[in-house]
Nanobody, 121 residues
Framework: QLQLTESGGGLVQAGGSLRLSCAASGGTFNEYAMGWFRQAPGKEREFVAA????????LYEDFVKGRFTISRDNDKNMVYLEMSNLKPEDTAVYYC??????????????WGQGTQVTVSS
């Protein structure tokens, strides 16, 4: 069973940068597409970015295009979210998600516990 642990959140001023990390353990990491989602207070969880199992295809929600970059290191079982030019509206709890690729033996989806990002104006 895959376990995901996020880190790297914190308080940053508008215009600043942060790098979130998600460490995976307990499974075959390169059988999963990885994604980042976020949830602001009083709002539903929303998609931010995703990357395929080998890291050569990434998707971004429009509101982060050009500011956030998702990447992964399959040797280290890590996925990252580089965030720049942060805005107060980026304030949220950021979650890491693992989705099994179609050919993976595991069919389960996994979530991390989240890491808080707060952007002050």
């Amino acid at each position: 069973q895959l376990q995901l642990t996020e880190s790297g959140g914190g308080l940053v001023q508008a215009g600043g940068s942060l790098r979130l990390s998600c460490a995976a353990s307990g499974g075959t990491f390169n059988e999963y597409a990885m994604g980042w989602f976020r949830q602001a207070p009083g709002k539903e969880r929303e998609f931010v970015a995703a990357i395929n199992w080998i890291g050569d295809n990434a998707l971004y929600e429009d509101f982060v295009k050009g500011r956030f970059t998702i990447s992964r290191d399959n040797d280290k079982n890590m996925v990252y979210l580089e965030m720049s030019n942060l805005k107060p509206e980026d304030t949220a709890v950021y979650y890491c998600k693992a989705d099994p690729e179609s050919w993976a033996a595991d069919e389960n989806v996994y979530w991390g516990q989240g890491t808080q990002v707060t952007v002050s104006s």
